[in-house]
């Protein structure tokens, strides 16, 4: 099972970005889904995650409204606005291997990761 993920860059703060994430020889669909995030010097933390229906979400604290996560069937989203040099680091994109489940905020939930895409935000 493996996730890709895309649609990282290098942008200016302020600028936005949209990740994407999809499964190859794994469907997403019905699995609960999530995005971490490691910075340089940093523990991995939750970013935002994402039910199996597609109809909640939980963004971690420091999200404050910018950004949005989405799912339709084969592939999930992260639509990152109004980005802060703070959100610089490497992006994973995780699903539970179960089916049905919520909006998990702990990695241990999250049994398949992706590779990372970097997201670079200058000031």
């Known amino acids: 099972v493996q996730l890709q993920a895309s649609g990282g860059g290098s942008v200016q703060a302020g600028e936005s970005l949209t990740l994407s994430c999809a499964g190859a020889?794994?469907?997403?669909?019905?699995?609960?889904l999530g995005w971490f995030r490691r910075a340089p010097g940093k523990e991995r933390e939750h970013v935002a995650s994402i039910n199996w229906s597609g109809h909640l979400t939980h963004y971690g604290d420091f999200v404050k409204g910018r950004f949005t996560m989405s799912r339709d069937n084969d592939k999930v989203r992260l639509q990152m606005n109004s980005l802060e040099p703070e959100d610089t680091g490497v992006y994973y994109c995780?699903?539970?291997?179960?089916?049905?489940?919520?909006?998990?905020?702990?990695?241990?939930?999250?049994?398949?990761w992706g590779q990372g895409t970097q997201v670079t935000v200058s000031s």
């Open positions: 995780a699903a539970d291997r179960l089916t049905r489940g919520g909006t998990y905020t702990s990695a241990t939930n999250f049994d398949y």
């Open positions: 020889g794994f469907s997403l669909s019905d699995h609960s």
